[in-house]
Every structure is written in C-alpha cells, then in structure tokens.
C-alpha cells in the first residue's frame, strides 16, 4: 500500500486547495528577502496521508515547490544551498509532533533550528473539553466534509534550542514535545476559548466552599432568613445571572449578524486583532469596550467570530433579560448584572461568578460606562466589575490580567435620535419584545462605516508598577483608589483609539456656527481644518485616532460626500441666494450635539486657547486653567500640571506648523480661520454650568427651606431639573443663552456634576436617588472668569454673524 501513498497525498492536497489560508501564512513560512536562510519547520498533529496531503496544498498555497520531512522521504529532491535563489526551489520543510525520530535528530543537531506548529480547527466557539493531540479517523473526516469552514493557524516560532537544555536525548524530546503541545493549545485558547464546564457543574463549584458559607450565613442573619433558604436564593439567582453557552448557536448568530451589519452599514473594520490574539495565547484578557449602542454587543462579538477569535462572555444589563433576547444573548455567553447594588445576594453571586471565570483562564468583555453614553462624551468608569477583577488579581487568583481597550467608532448611531429626545427630558424606552419589532425600522436605511479599534493592552501588574509605591497598600481606601485610577486609565485608552469622522467633524462645524447653519464651501473649509488641526495634534502630546475612510477621502478633495450628510436625518440642506446652506433645524441640534461630544476632549484645549486670545492672555496652558477646573471632570482631562504641560507642547508644535504665529511666549493664532479659530465649540458646555449657576442663587421659588446651616438654599433635584428645561425656552428668546444644546439633560447633569466636584454645591441622596441640590457658597472667583469668557465668545459670536471681525 506504500506506493499508493504519493497518489492519496496527491489527492488530498487537491481536495484541500480551498482551504481558507490565513494571510500571514506566506510571510511566516517565506522569508522573500533572504530565501537562503533556514526557514522554520513546521510541525503537524499527525504524519498520516490527510495531513501530509494539506501541508502539500498549503505548501502550494505559499509558492513553495514541495514538501521536505525531517526524518522521512521527501516528495521532491532537497535542494542544495545555491540552489535556493527563488521561492519556486525552496520547499516547505515539516515533520510531525508524533514523529520521535525526527524530532530526536533535531534535538542533536548543533544548528539553530526553529519550528512552528500547524493548527487546524474544523469549528468556532467555545470547547467541551481538550482534544487529542493526535487526532484520529474521526478529526480527518470532519477535516473532508468542512474543508472549506476550517481555520488554519500558524503557531510561534519555537526554538529547539531551548528543549536542548534538558538533554540530547528522550528529555530533550519530551520537554521540545511538551513546547509543541504548549503552542497547540495556546492557539486552540485564541480560536476555541478554554474548556467550558456544565452549567450545573459550574453552579456547584461557585455556590460552595467555607468563604462562601460564610457570606450566606452574614446575609441570612441580616435578612432573618434560614440559611437553607438563602442557599436556595443564591442558586436562583446564579441560574438568573449566569450564561449558558451553546456552540451551535454562535455560528446561528454569526449568520445572523453578518446579514443585520450588511443591511444597516456600509462597512464594519476592525483594527488590532493581531495583537489580541497574541495576549489571548498567555493571559485572561478582559475586553472593555465603550458603549454607544445596543449593536456594539453584536458588532463586536460577531468581528471576533470571523476573525477566528473565540467571543468572550459579556456582562450585559438585566434590562436585556426578556424572552427571546435574553435566551438567546444567554446562549453566546451574556451573563446578566443588576445595576442595584443594593441587592447583597445578587452581588455575592455576581462577584464569585466573575472571579470563577478569572480563575479557569475565560475571557471577559464589560463596558466600563455601565449603560450607553446619551452625550457623546466617555462617562467616568463604574467600578463593580472592575473591582471584582482587581481584587481577584491581588488575591493572586491569576499572575496577571491584561485589559484591553476598545474603541468602537460609528459613523451614525443608530439610536442617535432616541438619545436626542432623552436629552430633551423625555423618558427612555423601555427594552422589551415590543421595542424589539419597533426596532426593526432601523433597516430602512444605511448607517455607514464602523471601525472596531481593540487598543494596547494594559497588563494589571504593569499597571501597579508603574503607580507610585506607596500609594498601592492593602488598606480598602487605597485599593478603591487604586481600581478608580485603574478604570480612568482604560477610559483614556478607549478614547484614544476613537476614529474620527465627517460626521463628528461637520456636526461640530455647525454646531459652532451662530445659527447652526453654514454655505457648503464654508462647511468644507471648517472640516478640513478640523482635521488639519488633529492631523497636527497627532504629531504631538495628544493620542488621536486614525480618521475613518469616508473622512479620509473627503480631506483628499471628495467634497460631493457632504450630500450623504442629510441622508442621516439630522442635517437639512436648503439653498439661500445662489448657494447651498447646510444648517441642524429645532431638536435635532441635541442629536448633533452627541456626535460634537464625541471628540470634544480632543478641541477642548485649542478651543480654549482660542478663549484666552479672546480675553487678552497668553496662549498657554496656565492661562486656562480656569477652563480646566470646570472642565476636567466632564472630559476626563488630566491633572493641573499634565494638562499644563501638554497644552504648551502643543502651543510649541503650533508653532512649529503655522496654526500659531510669533515666539512661542507671545504666540497668537495665525489666522481666525473656520475650523481653526474654535472658541464657539466650549459656548454649549459653558452656557449649561452657568444656567445651572444662575437658577441656583436666582430661582428662590423651588426653595425647600434651610439645609441644616443658616444662609444654605436647597432645591429638591428633580423638579429643579425640570424648572431648568423648562425655563430655558423663554431665555433662549430674550439672548440670556444663546445655545439650544446647553439645555440637554446631559449636559445640565453634568454641570450639576462639575459644581459638586468643585464644592460649590452638594448632592442628598435618599434611597440612592438624587433628592436635594445645597448650594454651599454663592460666588466663586472661577464662576466671574467663566462668565467674563461667555461674555467675549458672544461679542465675538456677534461680530462675526454679520461678517465683522472684533
């Protein structure tokens, strides 16, 4: 039967010649610059004629002549050295991880050999159990009747070097074996995820143990209930909570998501997979995306599935737990989380669950917003779930955790006008089977591009290295710090991977224009210079993403794909005189305002630069400090003296490109250019701290009496809320403010913020509700210099609306 063995290799290689290779293929196993270099070998599960018969078809794939087995026949004769000139001579040499003889040659020969694994799988999605390493009958008939479903990887590089250590004999083989399997089973981790136990096995191993006993008797006593009871509580509340994975259901919902992302956009991208897959291999890796959409669950899940990364399990609202959504998001690894902390049974489960899937090595995806962003701008970071993990790092539950940031960057949201007409007072919808059909008008149209960014990793360890020593101790104040610092670090990282856009640019163009409407070439100049300007803070102190295609190809002179602006149902054209006006009518200029948020962090430095020339100061950092103090805690800037230091640097690098003209100390803009002169983006935020402002010390009508100290005012929250909504419209009409978006509920939220963070009011809670606003102190030098800036940008404002430069 050994002269039949050449026809079957034949034969399966041609079976095999539409496999779907992976891209890196070719660059792994060819070096094109060198072709006389020793190239790795590559080292298969098995030496039968199946595999034999891919590894020739994979050698064809790569431009390669044949096949070389260490330690067995070749298919083609060697050839020598000089003959290695062109990829045609060079043949792809191999052996097999079952193959002792050959892998015995390789551990006594004196040269440096590297080898690199060949892993195939025939499905995606989470595993049972390990699989063999020598895969039998049954593994080449899969092989056949999925030929072209299988995933194809190509492992590191391996040097044998490093077993020769051990010994030139079996103890060289065994440990060089032991590398081989090693490398098998980190790639099976990136594409299959680690072995998933039973549900109920799952169940056992959470809700048992002398800590757990412990905690069930704590809340069994506070709750004065039996502690058989409460055990029975805590295991209805983990099947709740749980997910329960079913693999046949990923490549159901993979279909399924690959129709709904064809239909709503023209394309989804996804940036840094590469390096991902490489921290999967030797970490749990916790993905932490930002959220500004329902879709961001699919998008992201099902980017991995097809990149061949197994899907991590998501932490998902219990408002998402409705039949069918919940049954179904259940089956691709969502587990439910209560947003009420109060619920002590809940969160004991939620915390062991969570640490359970640390400790097994499962990765993990949560957005760190907790629910999705209704402005636009990142929300500062909620700490549940990231203080669990922290903690279960510092318990030494696992070496190291690697966190990584994801960026997911929308050319329009979809829920974009929902969260225009929250930000209008108007109650959120509620997630249920009804919403679910409503939903299905979004398929009416396109949505655009979609680029999904997975960022640097941030390995914990490095993390608390990096932090000053003695800030990191095991008291529970420090550590709280420690988990705050930690999430504002992610938030800043996802941030920094957000792409920006010719939405998020010509929103916040006209969103800047007095009346919220500019002609097309005035529109096409503020874009341009927009992007000019983050083009050149790129070269400096400020981490800017890559611009999105449709962005790109605008900036290289595309100017018709401004007519796929109104198509969007924010922006209306209409013409005045001989040319085209661009202008955001009523309420919509809340939804423009979201996609403006967006990169606000990015301008605000520039804008607020641009507010000191305004005033007469100098263009430096310290010269706006005041700016930041209000600023800081809604954009997440850094502190005083990094803010500082950056700002010069880019006053510097100005400079340096012509934005800004003079010495550096004296600096003023060059030109007031659209787009370049920016003042106009801070009016909105500046405008909804000062009404907030102003009807604290004005509006004695809401006051509810004495808040404990003589002269105090306090306002009970909501309905001050409300007074603020609806008072605005009649200020709007007699010039006190002069920006419809500086009445959106998140904006006034987040002034209310700003005042508590800088002491000038405090917040009562009752029943972990907002319930009274205390006003502490009546003026503040800050709040004049803030006023003294609204002042200059509207006399500006002014001026500039009929053409007159001030």
Known sequence: ????????????????????????LESTLVDRSNLGAAQPILVSPDHSAAWEGLLLALARATGLSGLERIGGKPQIEPPSSSERTSVAHAPLRWTSLQDHEALLSLIGSPDEISLTTLNVFQLRGPVKALPRHR??????????????????????????????????????????????????NRNLKVVRGVPLQPIEEQARTILSGAEFEREIRILA????????????????????????????????????????????FTSVSTRGLEQLKESIKDHPVVLVPMHRSHLDYILVQYKLYEAAVNPPLVAAGMNLNFWPVGAITRSVG???????????????????????????GHSQMFFIEGGRSRSGKMMRPKMGLLGVLFEAYRKGIRKDILFIPVSISYEQVIE??????????????????FSLFHALDIFKKKYGEVIINFGTPLPVSKFIVERDPSSVTSSRGDERNSVQELGLTLVRGIRNHISPSLTNLAYSSLMMAPHYGLPRSALAESVRNLARLLTVMRKGPLCVGEFTPSLARFIEGRDAILNDLPREGIVEVDRCLDDEVFFIPGKRRFTADFYRNTLLHLFFPVSALAIAELLGKPLRGESILFLHRYFALDLLLPKEEAFVSATNGLVELFVQEGIFTGPTESA?????????????????????????WQNLIRNTETRLGEA???????????????????????????????RTEAAALSSLQAAIDVLV???????????????????????TEDLDLLSGAHRALLKWESGRAWGIEF
């Open 1 to 24: 039967m050994k002269f039949l063995r050449p026809l079957i290799v034949e034969w399966f290689a041609w079976y095999f010649r539409k496999v779907p290779y992976p891209p890196s």
């Open 135 to 184: 895969p039998g009958a049954g593994w080449v008939l899969g092989m056949l009747l999925s030929r072209r479903l299988l995933t194809v990887i190509i492992g590191s590089k391996i040097q044998v070097a490093d077993a020769r250590r051990h010994g030139l004999g079996s103890k060289g083989v065994a440990r060089l074996r032991r590398l081989l399997k090693l490398d098998f």
């Open 221 to 264: 006593e506070r709750a004065g209930e039996t502690v058989s009871r409460m055990k029975r509580k805590a295991h209805g509340s983990f099947y709740e909570l749980a997910a329960h994975q079913r693999r046949v259901m990923y490549s159901v919902l993979a279909f399924v998501a690959r129709q709904i992302s064809s239909r709503l």
């Open 334 to 360: 969502a587990f439910f989380v209560k947003r009420n902390a109060r619920d002590r049974l809940h969160m004991l489960v939620l915390r062991r669950y969570v640490t359970y899937l640390m400790q097994r």
């Open 416 to 433: 974009d006008q929902e969260f225009g007409s929250e930000n209008t007072g108007r109650s959120k919808t509620k997630e249920n089977l």
């Open 668 to 692: 003023k803009f060059t030109e007031r250019a659209r787009g370049l002169f920016i003042p106009s983006m801070l009016v909105g935020p500046i405008e909804s701290i000062l009404w907030v």
């Open 708 to 738: 404990g100290t003589s002269g105090e005012l306090a306002f009970a929250y909501f309905p001050f809320i409300k007074a603020l909504h609806a008072d605005f419209r009649a200020a709007r009409y007699v010039g006190a403010v002069q």
């Open 757 to 779: 963070e800088r002491q000038i009011i405090s917040i009562e809670e009752k029943n972990g509700q907002r319930h009274r606003i205390i006003v502490k102190s009546r003026a």
